[in-house]
């Protein structure tokens, strides 16, 4: 199957009961039994498995080509199940500009238990080499980062710790699997907050994991059933029906993504501007080799440094509305160093390069007419 047609079939069967087309919204805990321990259609306890939940986790797993997906409460849950892999004492390297809320994650809850984090760029082999030790269990990336759109080579990273008892793992939140596949490029685990793209339309919190094997599958699905962090039914259901519009969507998000980058390339208040397509873009080499398209995440700051001028554009944006997330048919607008990453120290914020004027912009599905214009009229406020 390819891609289009996995999105709307991968995974997934007509309901046998009455040969409904959609999978039903299984609002259900606990499943009877024959006898005891005999489960009559493999279901036991919601926690477990429930046939909605299993209808988009067998979906997740057939659009990103992994052998198991799981669904989870939130993004976060499902990057908590990974870390869980882990024991006190192992060493995980992460991308240094990294969503803020796994950056929180992997600091104040996990460092506690005596996991160590170190944060690198990924920009080449020696540097990721100097810092793997025979603690390092776990490789953590972010492609597309947030905000930055730097890119990490994942078939780099992946040949480089091949053969060790490393675990590749990447959050493919801003790309999706229509536009970058990591589990093809030999990452192990791929990751989603499935409230951004999968999901598509603001309306659900979501988290995913896709394994690229059972084995791994079945780890990862164990410490999802004992820890309980799930998706429940409805939810999984809004997340399904996302998924099929996905191609269509992150079709229209890259192609009107473009169209802002490349307005906001020749504005005469825009100092600089983060988007992989562009070929000012300094990874555009990488971008191309490793992605089919490049979605609709765009940031940029201004000519004048300051963090006033990118208040009022956000104050008088219309189309666009002045929000944090990211991935919906609608465009949203964000400060990150007041919003999103605002609990990524200030001083780490400088080293990376989100100053206080720089814009995240999420590219909706819109006519891309009105995005700009409605751009070109907050620009205008600024005096
Ligand atoms: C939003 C986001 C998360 C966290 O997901 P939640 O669904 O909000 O818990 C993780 N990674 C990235 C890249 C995100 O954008």
Redesign the pocket.
């Known amino acids: 199957m390819k891609f289009n047609t996995k999105v709307i079939h991968g995974g997934q069967h007509h309901e046998p009961a009455t040969g409904a087309v959609n999978v039903p919204v299984f609002l259900t805990s606990t499943f009877a039994q024959k006898s005891p321990g005999q489960l009559l259609s493999g279901y036991e306890y919601s926690r477990g498995a429930n046939p909605t939940r299993q209808a988009l986790e067998d979906s997740l797993a057939s659009i990103e080509n992994g052998a198991r997906g799981l669904a989870f409460g939130?993004?976060?849950?499902a990057?908590d199940c990974v870390l869980k892999l882990l024991s006190p004492g192992d060493e995980v390297i992460a991308v240094d500009d990294l969503?803020g809320?796994?950056y929180r994650m992997f600091t104040r809850l996990f460092e506690k238990y005596q996991l160590k984090f170190t944060f690198i760029g990924f920009d080449n082999v020696e540097e990721l080499e100097s810092v793997i030790t025979d603690k390092t269990k776990l490789i953590w990336l972010?492609t597309p980062t947030?905000p930055l759109m730097k890119l990490v080579d994942i078939k780099m990273v992946a040949d480089t710790v091949k053969g060790k008892d490393i675990l590749v793992a990447v959050?493919n939140?801003?790309a999706t699997p229509y536009i970058q596949k990591p589990l093809d490029l030999g990452a192990d685990i791929v990751m989603h907050?499935?409230?951004?793209y999968l999901g598509g339309h603001s309306d659900v919190?979501?988290?995913a994991l896709i394994a690229k094997d059972a084995e791994l599958g079945e780890k990862l699905h164990f410490i999802q059933f004992a820890s309980g962090g799930i998706l429940g039914p409805h939810d999984s259901y809004l997340v399904l029906r996302g998924i099929k519009t996905l191609a269509l969507r992150m079709q229209r998000h890259s192609d009107n993504g473009f169209e802002v980058a490349k307005y906001l390339e020749n504005h005469s208040l825009v100092e600089k501007i983060y988007y992989p397509r562009l070929s000012s873009h300094p990874q555009y080499d990488l971008a191309t080799r490793q992605m089919t398209e490049f979605g609709g995440m765009v940031s940029f700051t201004f000519k004048s440094g300051k963090k006033e001028d990118a208040i009022k554009f956000l104050e008088n944006i219309k189309v666009f509305t002045l929000a944090e997330?990211?991935g919906g048919v609608e465009s949203l607008a964000n400060l990150p160093a007041m919003m999103t990453h605002a609990s990524i120290p200030e001083d780490k914020r400088a080293v990376l390069g989100i100053t206080d004027d720089l814009v995240r912009l999420s590219v909706g599905i819109e006519d891309a007419e009105d995005l700009i214009a409605d751009l070109e009229q907050a620009f205008n406020t600024i005096n």
């Open positions: 939130s993004g976060l849950a990057i969503y809320g796994s972010e947030n959050d939140t801003f907050s499935a409230t951004k919190i979501a988290g997330s990211l």
